[in-house]
């Protein structure tokens, strides 16, 4: 193309874009065979170029299966939107189990400290009898071996009986 | 009629958004295509963009309001896989002189395979606004005003921008 008909570049585009070619142009073809090549060049660019472009977007379909596996994705992840409630009700489940056993616990550890007052007067006794076989058992030398003496003073401080006493 | 199945619909929820994915699978696997250039990372941007609508589902009931919505998310979501990927391949091939070749699906002939691998390319070097409206335009039943709404512009600005970009490959695709 010739530094003359660069200018009119743009213009064969648009001619062979929207099919119609201004007085300007018309009147130049006349005379310049180089732009008439170059404007059948740029129709027949544009005929490629509607043949390709749909490929761009249309060249393919989405596969057989891509409604099944959209709805596949789908339900595996409501499935897992679920799983939290699961796991969410099987902690509260065991949180109530666990609350019930103590408070059970608590129940009967209350129960078993409400002894009855006669109950309670009878274990009393119970725990301070003695048999009265005890007092035989009671020797002399019994006080001395509960009693533990002090530093220097002697071990065996049995009390002695004077005469004037007697 | 309507309320027959809006009843229906409310009983058994999966039956719904069952029908909603036969109504728009097609064209949201083409919007993630559009932009990723393969087929199983199209189907991976389109499943997760379905599975985001399963989740607000009970707010997008309305066939209209599903698909803009999903048409949206799906466009973000291949974006951001997009960036992703230019990301990693920057890092991973930056020693590399060569340029790796975009994955296409669809092609006929190994010539019109190389063309497409080298549309695909041109595309990419598009400025992004002009990038975005033509790739959204390519797909199916995606009108004017369907990519206006999603990209937040005019109809009149999508056709501008359209013809912008058309005019950008033609110069570039010699």
Redesign the interface.
Same mark, same amino acid.
Request: aromatic residues 8%; hydrophobic residues 50%; glycine residues 4%.
């Given at each position: 193309m010739k530094n003359a008909c660069e200018n009119w570049k743009d213009q064969l585009?648009?001619a062979?874009?929207t099919g119609s070619l201004t007085a300007g142009l018309q009147e130049h073809l006349r005379t310049c065979t180089i732009c008439s090549e170059e404007l059948d060049n *740029?129709r027949a !660019?544009?005929a !490629?170029?509607d043949t390709?472009? /749909?490929? *761009?977007?249309?060249?393919?379909? /989405?596969?057989a299966n891509? !409604?099944a !596996? *959209?709805?596949a994705?789908?339900e595996a992840?409501r499935e897992g939107k679920r799983a939290p409630w699961r796991v969410w009700t099987l902690a509260g489940a065991t949180a109530v189990v666990v609350v019930v056993l103590m408070i059970a616990v608590t129940l009967q550890r209350r129960t078993a400290r409400m002894i009855p007052g006669d109950e309670l007067a009878a274990a009393q006794k119970l725990a301070e009898w003695r048999a009265p076989s005890d007092g035989l058992l009671v020797t002399p030398g019994q006080e001395i071996l509960r009693t533990m003496p002090r530093l220097g003073e002697s071990y065996l401080n049995v009390p002695v009986k004077t005469d004037e006493e007697e | 009629m309507s309320a027959l199945i809006a009843r229906a619909e409310a009983q058994n929820p999966?039956a719904g #958004? %069952?029908e909603r994915?036969?109504e728009n &699978? %097609?064209r949201v696997? =083409?919007?993630a295509?559009?932009i990723l250039?393969n087929?199983a990372d199209?189907?991976d941007a389109?499943?997760e963009a #379905?599975?985001r609508a399963? =989740?607000k589902f009970a707010s997008l009931r309305e066939a209209e309001k599903f698909r803009a919505w999903v048409n949206r998310i799906v466009f973000r979501l291949a974006l951001n896989r997009q960036r992703g990927y230019r990301r990693r391949l920057a890092r991973d091939t930056a020693w590399q002189m060569t340029e790796t070749p975009l994955m296409?699906?669809?092609?006929n002939d190994a010539e &019109?395979l190389v063309?497409?691998d080298r549309? $695909?390319r041109e595309?990419e070097r598009l400025p992004e606004k002009l990038r975005a409206v033509l &790739?959204l335009s390519?797909?199916?039943e995606m009108e004017a005003a369907d990519v206006g709404a999603l990209l937040g512009i005019p109809a009149g600005t999508v056709r501008s921008r359209l013809?912008a970009a $058309?005019?950008l490959?033609?110069?570039v695709?010699?």
């Open positions: 585009l648009e062979a874009l *740029v !660019r544009k !490629r170029l390709l472009l /749909p490929l *761009v977007a249309q060249g393919s379909e /989405p596969s891509f !409604r !596996r *959209v709805l994705a789908a992840a | 999966e #958004f %069952r994915i036969a &699978q %097609r696997f =083409q919007i295509y559009s250039g087929s199209a189907e389109a499943q #379905f599975l399963y =989740q296409v699906d669809g092609a &019109q063309m497409l549309l $695909r595309i &790739q390519l797909v199916e013809h $058309r005019k490959l033609l110069e695709m010699k």
